[in-house]
C-alpha cells in the first residue's frame, strides 16, 4: 500500500506503508542511531512525535522484549529507509512490521530518510502527516499540520501509580549489561580471552533508598540504580513533594521524559521543594531541564534538538570527553546562569550546547544525556555511581 509523508512546508515523500494502518499528523524529528531501535521505539521520551531513523536499515535483528525501555510503544509514527522482514538474532521474539501492527504504530518505509533529515537540520523540527489517502489536498491538510503539538505528554507517560524496585543479589549479578558493569580485567590477562569477561557489579548501593520521579522514565534507569543495591520507589510526575519526603528517601532521581519542560508547571513547584532540602539529587534529560526551571534558569526550543547514540560531551571538571547517548529537543539556557545557583559541568562538543549543571552548596547534579543508555557503551555510568556516593555522606535529615 502507498504512503505519503507530507510535511508542513509542502515537502512530500512517497514510500510504503508499515505498521498499523491510520493516518497520523505529529512532530517529525530524526535520530542518527545506527542500532537501538526498539530502544527508541520504547522510549516514552518520544511520546507526540514520529521518529525518522537515519539508518538506512532497521529491523535486522527484530524485536527481543528484554530490551524494551518500557512496556510499549511511544512514538506516534516511524519513519525508514528500508524496513527489515527477515531479522537474523536468536533473541529475536518477533518483526518489527509485526511489532508495530501490535502497538498501533503506523509508519512509512522506502522514504530517503538522508534527504528528509537535511530538510529537518535547515529548516528546524516541523510538523508532518503520514497518510494512504493519494487524493489528499494540502491546503485542506496545512491547518491541521500547524496546529499540532505535543501536549502536556508527561501526564500520559508517566507511571499510573507507586511502584517499587528492590535490589536482588541475582539482578545485581547476572542482569543485564548496565552502566554498573565493567570487565574483570585480571580474569581477561590471565589469558581468559576465549570466554567472556566476567562482570562484576559492586553493591555499594545497598540500603540506600532512592525516590525517582517518573517523569517518562526509561526502564534502565531504576535498573541501574536497582543493580547497584539500591531500593528504587518510583512516583508518578504529579506527586507532591510531601509524598516523597515524607518516604524518607536518602537521594532523589529525576527522569527523562517527552515535551516542552515549560509545560510541567506543576511539576517545576514541587522539584523547587526538593531543591530545598538537603537531599541529594540527580536529574536526566528533562528532570536536567526542570531543576534548572525550578532555580530560575531558563530553556529554549533547539532548532532540531540531539537524538542519537553517537554524541561527545565533555566534562568540565576533568576535560575528558564521553560518547553519550542523547534524546532532547530543549536544552537549558546558560547564558544568563547564576553562578551562585549552578555551574556548568558538562558541554556538547559538536555545538557548544549545556549538557549538565553542578548546583553550588547543594548535592545536586543534572545531566542532559542519558548515562543509564550504555552510548559508550559504558562512558558515563560512572554518574549513578557519583550519585550514590553522595547519598551514602548521610546527615540529609539532620
Not at 23 to 43: C, H, K, P, R, W
Not at 55 to 70: A, F, K, Q, T
Not at 169 to 186: I, K, T, V
Not at 222 to 237: D, I, K, N, Q
Amino acid at each position: 500500500m502507498r504512503a505519503y509523508l507530507i510535511l508542513e512546508d509542502g515537502t512530500v515523500f512517497e514510500g510504503t506503508h508499515i505498521g498499523a494502518e491510520r493516518e497520523v499528523i505529529s512532530e517529525i524529528v530524526f535520530n542518527t542511531s545506527m542500532a537501538g531501535y526498539l530502544e527508541v521505539l520504547t522510549d516514552p521520551s518520544y511520546a507526540g512525535q514520529a521518529v525518522c531513523m537515519t539508518y538506512p536499515l532497521i529491523g535486522n535483528y527484530g524485536v527481543c522484549r528484554d530490551d524494551m525501555e518500557s512496556g510499549r510503544a511511544w512514538p506516534d509514527a516511524l519513519i525508514v529507509r528500508e524496513l527489515s522482514r527477515i531479522p537474523s538474532n536468536f533473541r529475536c521474539d518477533m518483526t518489527i512490521q509485526s511489532f508495530l501492527a501490535k502497538q498501533n504504530v503506523p509508519g512509512i518505509a522506502g522514504v530517503d530518510t538522508r534527504a528528509l533529515t537535511r530538510i529537518l537540520r535547515e529548516k528546524g523540527t516541523m510538523n508532518g502527516i503520514i497518510t494512504t489517502n493519494g487524493g489528499y489536498s494540502f491546503e485542506e491538510l496545512l491547518p491541521g499540520l500547524r496546529a499540532y503539538s505535543t501536549g502536556k505528554v508527561v501526564e500520559r507517560a508517566t507511571c499510573r501509580g507507586k511502584y517499587t524496585l528492590a535490589p536482588t543479589e541475582e539482578l545485581a549479578q547476572n542482569g543485564p549489561l548496565s552502566g554498573a558493569a565493567r570487565f574483570d580485567r585480571a580474569a581477561f590477562e590471565r589469558g581468559e580471552r576465549e570466554k567472556r569477561p566476567a562482570l562484576v557489579r559492586e553493591l555499594n548501593g545497598r540500603g540506600l533508598k532512592v525516590a525517582l520521579l517518573d517523569l517518562g522514565a526509561k526502564a534502565n534507569i531504576a535498573r541501574s540504580l536497582a543493580e547497584r543495591g539500591c531500593l528504587v520507589t518510583v512516583y508518578p510526575a504529579l506527586t507532591c513533594a510531601e509524598e516523597i519526603l515524607g518516604d524518607r528517601p536518602d537521594g532523589i532521581m529525576l527522569s527523562n521524559g517527552p515535551g516542552d519542560p515549560k509545560e510541567c508547571v506543576s511539576v517545576i513547584r514541587e522539584i523547587r521543594k526538593l531543591y530545598d532540602t538537603r537531599i541529594p539529587i540527580f536529574a536526566i534529560c528533562l528532570g536536567h531541564q526542570l531543576m534548572a526551571l525550578a532555580t530560575g534558569t531558563d530553556t529554549h526550543k533547539m532548532k532540531y534538538g540531539h537524538r542519537g547514540a553517537n554524541h561527545p560531551v565533555k566534562d568540565l571538571s576533568t576535560g575528558r570527553v564521553y560518547i553519550s547517548s542523547q534524546n532532547h529537543g530543549y536544552v537549558v539556557d546558560t547564558d544568563r546562569l547564576d553562578p551562585s545557583v549552578a555551574v556548568p559541568a558538562f558541554v556538547n562538543v559538536n555545538d557548544g550546547t549545556n549538557e549538565g549543571l553542578s548546583y553550588t552548596g547543594k548535592n545536586i547534579f543534572t545531566v542532559q544525556f542519558h548515562p543509564e543508555a550504555c552510548g559508550g557503551p559504558q562512558d558515563t555510568g560512572y554518574l549513578f555511581d557519583r550519585f550514590i556516593d553522595m547519598m551514602k555522606g548521610g546527615n540529609q535529615y539532620a
